[in-house]
């Protein structure tokens, strides 16, 4: 089915340890965005993508990096990951004024 | 800064009554976009309003967007279970989509 697929779905990391979060999508939609949701915080937009080669920071993009080198993926890399990272992050991908595909999160952990 | 403030932010009701959910901003969106969530998952989109005072309707879900572009709403005729979810405004600013913190709604039989 096409949609948005994002792996992994569960992550354990140490305070300090780097990690990419997967984001592939196969729709060929140009924008694409990555959002952590927190209890009481609602989704807030840390990078997003209005193509390839195009990125640009959100609301939180501190400790987060991002790369679009196809029009497919769009992975978030945590650069030395920290207790308050702790969140449930998604991606999403829509094209032109359509709403958003997002994919099914993945809830990561930070000790 | 929250450039969208949804009210209430949790509703418990039975099954049968109806409901409305706002969503308010000083600022004026291209359009908005209405999404629900259940646990475990990512949103889903139920509608996209691009006009002032445009309504839409989806089944018993009713959305309306203000004249000014600034706020929406969405009314919900006779809530079932299945309604239950949060429920999220988000308000387009290109290229960017800002996110409510969302409405939880629990529809109990």
């Known amino acids: 089915n096409a949609g948005v697929t994002q792996t992994p779905k569960f992550q354990v990391l140490k305070t300090g340890q780097s990690m990419t979060l997967q984001c592939a999508q196969d729709?060929?939609?140009?924008?694409m965005s990555w959002y952590r949701q927190d209890p009481g915080m609602g989704l807030r937009l840390i990078h997003y993508s209005v193509g390839a080669g195009i990125t640009d920071q959100g609301e939180v993009p501190n400790g987060y990096n991002v790369s679009r080198s196809t029009t497919e993926d769009f992975p978030l890399r945590l650069l030395s990951a920290a207790p308050s990272q702790t969140s449930v992050y998604f991606c999403?991908?829509?094209?032109?004024?359509?709403?958003?595909?997002f994919g099914s999160g993945t809830r990561l952990t930070v000790v | 800064t929250q450039l969208l403030e949804q009210s209430p932010q949790f509703l418990s009701i039975q099954e049968g009554e109806n409901l409305t959910v706002y969503c308010n901003s000083s600022s004026v969106f291209s359009s908005l976009q209405w999404y629900r969530q259940e646990p475990g998952e990512g949103p889903v989109l139920l509608v996209t309003v691009v006009t002032g005072g445009e309504v839409k309707k989806l089944k018993r879900l009713t959305f309306q967007f203000g004249d000014a572009r600034k706020d929406s709403s969405l009314h919900i005729t006779a809530a079932q279970p299945g309604d239950t979810g949060l429920y999220l405004c988000a308000g387009v600013l290109p290229p960017k989509l800002n996110f409510g913190k969302g409405t939880s709604l629990l529809v109990t039989p």
């Open positions: 729709m060929n939609h140009e924008y």
């Open positions: 999403a991908s829509r094209q032109g004024a359509d709403g958003y595909t």
